[in-house]
């Protein structure tokens, strides 16, 4: 159909999920090749949300899937079918997905029941334990086995497809579209200093201290995992030099644990999820992050910003690499140790604190409109 709008359909339904395709979603619906649609699952509502606020995205359709009591399964059924019944509403050219979540995995399936191409953003990650990250790694596979594009973010996650025999012609290395998103954040703060207003009463309380700022949601952590995590933070935060400002995730499996062993400690604000301006803020004043997330371990070397994740596997190595990120699993003391040694070796400190950027330049988005634009669609019918 020469001279047609190529109709893209994005689905999304994750807090990272909407801050890593934001800015190819702007750009899509400014560019008149494009007809950009898009679906939201909810599949985490108020996370979703406060994203969906910030960037100022309207969903063309919501299908608002999440239960606090859904297992996996229930989780994979709704979203199977919900969003094959959108995709039937809206017949797409294409469907982009991103990351590896339920909602990307279960997207790429019903696009794939209805012969519809895929393009999936940040395509190659793997750690290459299928219980580390659970389920995500097994998300990531299903969706490069049914790909028409591949959005790598590095030449590590694009080998990490040959690997495992994707059609290298259909693999692109673009970087993380999570930069482009710190970029644009940045420069909304620059312009608007009051959007990071939020964490100003906790500045002011913590003044003169080192700020240690904490994330921790993954699934493969719940139990003696988050037990851990909060153990460490509470011993670190018995240094009268330190003060950890923690957004706690909305998930009851971390947040119980962490009200239960952290709440009413002077050197921790136990605080609501920070929205993303205030989060990239945090960032900014933090000495070093420790985390389990996996956005935060891209965006940290961004700023410099040491971190240590607390996690025995990533499927992020570039950060590992380059020595701004070191793995610290969940084990107590291991964890204080290493935090400690930031505080109190100025060498160690300085040797990780490096602002690089091994995710990206801040242009994915752009990269990822032109391959989409050039993508071969399959003729009608
Ligand atoms: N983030 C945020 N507010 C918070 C904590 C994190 O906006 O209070 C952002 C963070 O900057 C990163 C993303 O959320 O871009 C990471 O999401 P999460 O850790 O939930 O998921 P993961 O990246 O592990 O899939």
């Known amino acids: 159909m020469p001279g047609a709008k190529r109709r893209i359909l994005t689905i999304f339904g994750t807090r990272p999920e909407a801050i890593k395709l934001f800015p190819l979603i702007r750009k899509l619906a400014a560019d008149s090749r494009f007809n950009s649609r898009i679906c939201v699952t909810g599949q985490h509502r108020g996370l979703l949300d406060q994203v969906l606020a910030v960037t100022g995205l309207v969903p063309d359709h919501d299908l608002d899937l999440m239960r606090p009591d859904h297992s996996l399964g229930e989780l994979t059924a709704a979203l199977v079918s919900g969003i094959g019944e959108i995709l039937d509403t809206e017949n797409p050219d294409c469907v982009v997905v ?14 794939y029941y209805r012969k519809i191409p895929v ?24 969706i490069a086995a049914i790909a028409a594009l591949h959005f790598a973010p590095t030449a590590t996650a694009a080998e990490a497809l040959r690997q495992e025999n994707v059609d290298p012609d259909s693999i692109h290395v673009t ?15 620059a312009q608007d200093p009051a ?35 909060a153990h460490a933070v509470r011993m670190l935060a018995q240094r009268p030099d330190v003060a950890v400002i923690f957004p706690i995730h909305l998930n009851p499996n971390v947040r119980k644990v962490m009200e239960a062993e952290l709440g009413g400690l002077e050197n921790v604000a136990l605080i609501e999820p920070l929205d993303y301006p205030n989060f990239v803020h945090l960032l900014d004043i933090a000495d070093f992050v420790l985390t389990d997330s996996g956005g935060v371990q ?43 040694r930031l505080l109190d070796d100025s060498q ?28 071969n669609y399959p003729a009608p019918g």
């Open 195 to 229: 959007l990071v207003d939020g964490l100003a009463d906790l500045e002011r309380r913590f003044a003169g201290k080192r700020i240690v700022g904490v994330t921790c949601h993954r699934r493969e952590n719940f139990g003696d995992g988050i037990l851990g995590i």
């Open 119 to 142: 393009a999936h953003v940040e395509a190659g990650l793997r750690s290459g334990n299928i219980h580390h990250p659970w389920p995500e790694e097994v998300n990531r596979k299903v």
């Open 175 to 189: 970087g993380n579209t999570v930069i482009d998103a710190l970029h644009a954040v940045r420069g909304r703060i």
């Open 98 to 111: 991103q990351g590896d979540t339920a909602t990307a995995m279960c997207s790429a399936l019903s696009a």
């Open 298 to 340: 891209e965006e940290g070397p961004a700023f410099g910003k040491p971190v240590l994740v607390m996690r025995e596997t990533t499927e992020r190595p570039e950060g590992v690499e380059a020595g701004t990120a070191r793995l610290v699993g969940t084990d107590t003391t291991r964890i204080l140790e290493e935090a400690c």
């Open 348 to 375: 160690a400190y300085a040797a990780m604190a490096r602002a690089h950027n091994p995710y990206g330049d801040g242009e994915s988005a752009g990269r990822i409109v032109e391959l989409l634009a050039g993508l």
